[in-house]
């Protein structure tokens, strides 16, 4: 009889997140939230704390998404297996830049972040009902100059709409992308080297 995989739960809706963990072969199931426009979020109060951080912000965020996430597993009476959370934000000028409230704001991010430097942190949080723990990956980004014209063709596609800073690094607005330092997959969203070492703390084989 051979054994039952083992598996996580994953707080997240994010394509970009189930994908990269198909990657690197994880089994997981999409841990689903009843309520709010971002489903995902709804026990999360996104706003920044005076004077908080954006390491402090991005990390709080997701370990409550984590958290939130076993509430519900304990609520609902699932099979317990451990709640992966992540949460990923920008910081430009010490200031915090989320995901667009509309295209209008999503033009005005772009428009910031053309030809500068900014930086992306993904913080993951992992929890097991008894221990938890997280991570932070930080990188950086540097963006050609846009043009209005650029701006106005890629808000327009739809793609900046979901994602934290406007823009998608696996997508369309790789060719604004100049130089980066730091992880590929942590700027996508989920970054592998840190959600692999947080899982083998968990116990999951990979």
Known sequence: MSAIPPRIYLASKSP?????LRQIGVQFDVMTFRGGERGEDADVDETPLP????????????LTKAEAGMRRVMWRKMTRHPVLAADTTLELDGEIIGKPESAEDARAI?????????????????????RTRSR???????????????????????????????YGIQGRAAMFIRE?????????GLPLFETAELLEVFGYPL
């Open 16 to 20: 970009r997140r189930r994908e990269l």
């Open 51 to 62: 004077d908080e951080d954006v390491e402090r912000y991005v990390e709080r965020l997701a």
């Open 110 to 130: 772009l428009q910031r972040l053309s030809g500068r430097t900014h930086r992306v942190l993904t913080a993951i949080a992992v929890t097991d009902g008894v």
């Open 136 to 166: 932070i990956s930080s990188s950086e980004v540097s963006f050609r100059e846009l043009s209005e014209a650029d701006i106005r063709h890629y808000v327009a596609s739809g793609e900046p709409m979901d994602k934290a800073g406007a």
């Open 180 to 188: 980066i330092h730091g992880s590929y997959s942590g700027i996508m």
